[in-house]
Structure formats: structure tokens, C-alpha cells
């Protein structure tokens, strides 16, 4: 109850709608409504998913880099590997494949494929007695990564002519 002190009287008090004291409040002073609520919530959960969406990224850009060292070190190794097998003749790829399969290991997941074999001395088309040196092309893949790498095979028996 508010008392007026001009007649003495008590009165019952005032419905003020807007404040207590019976002023307006401002707008600055009212708070925020449920649009204001919801566009800051939409906002932040724009932006939060744009976060974990690079994060995402740079994990699967991590594991590819990964991925592709690892296959490049197994290729290094391959190739070391095979340019110091016996020297293995005249043979076609599929042969030579099933050779480099057998004598060296390969990481799990990866696989050795010779795709090719060149006659570099003498150049020629075919494996002759005569050829001492044959350039091979290894391909290592996996399900996501092939890389390929050439390695020159020298028969040391061989005697220029």
C-alpha cells in the first residue's frame, strides 16, 4: 500500500503493467525477447559447426598425409629391395611380380604390381640372352593410394659384346 502524504489517506496501491514504481522501463532495460534468443542460438551453432567441420578436415587431411608417407617409405624400401635381388632374367611383369611378391615384404594394406619392364641394353622389344639391364615400373597401391616407382636391374654376368 502507498501512502499519500497530500490527504492523509491510504490508498490501494496502482496495477503498473510496466514497472513496479508505476515508470516505463526502457527498451535497453526490458531484457531479450524469444527472437533475440533464438537468432543468437542459430548463430552459435552456425559457427560451432563450422568449427568442428574444419576439424573434421584437418583430421582427414592428417590421415591422407599419413597415409601417403607411409606408402612412399614402403616404396623406397620395395625399390631398394628389389634392386638388389638376383638379376632375374627375361621374364614379363606378371612373372617378375610374383618374384618382387615373394622376396620382399610389403606393409598390411599395401600391394607390389609390376606394371612394366623396358629393355635398356640393348634396347629391343624383347628379352634376349644379350639383355643386361632392364628398367622395372613398380606401382605399390592401397585403396587410396597408388604410387609408382622405377628400378633398373643389371645383370652383372653380362659382358658388353
Keep these: 500500500m502507498r501512502l499519500n502524504l497530500n490527504d492523509g489517506r ?17 527498451r535497453s532495460q526490458q531484457g531479450g525477447t524469444l527472437l533475440e534468443a533464438l537468432v543468437a542460438i542459430v548463430i552459435v551453432s552456425v559457427l560451432l559447426v563450422g568449427v568442428i567441420a574444419g576439424m573434421a578436415t584437418s583430421t582427414t587431411v592428417s590421415q591422407s598425409n599419413t ?8 616404396l623406397a624400401a620395395v625399390s631398394d629391395r628389389v634392386a638388389t635381388m638376383p638379376y632375374p632374367g627375361c621374364g614379363d611383369a606378371a612373372a617378375l611380380t610374383t618374384t618382387v611378391r615373394s622376396s620382399v615384404s610389403v606393409p598390411d594394406g599395401l600391394e607390389a604390381t609390376v606394371t612394366d619392364v623396358a629393355n635398356l641394353v640393348p634396347p629391343s622389344a624383347s628379352c634376349t640372352a644379350q639383355t643386361s639391364v632392364r628398367m622395372l615400373t613398380i606401382e605399390l597401391s592401397s585403396a587410396s593410394t597408388h604410387l609408382t616407382g622405377q628400378v633398373v636391374l643389371r645383370d652383372p654376368a653380362a659382358r658388353p659384346s
Design 10 to 26: 491510504r490508498r490501494p496501491p496502482e496495477i503498473h503493467p510496466l514497472g513496479a514504481d508505476g515508470t516505463s522501463r526502457s
Design 67 to 74: 597415409q601417403t608417407a607411409r606408402a612412399r617409405a614402403a
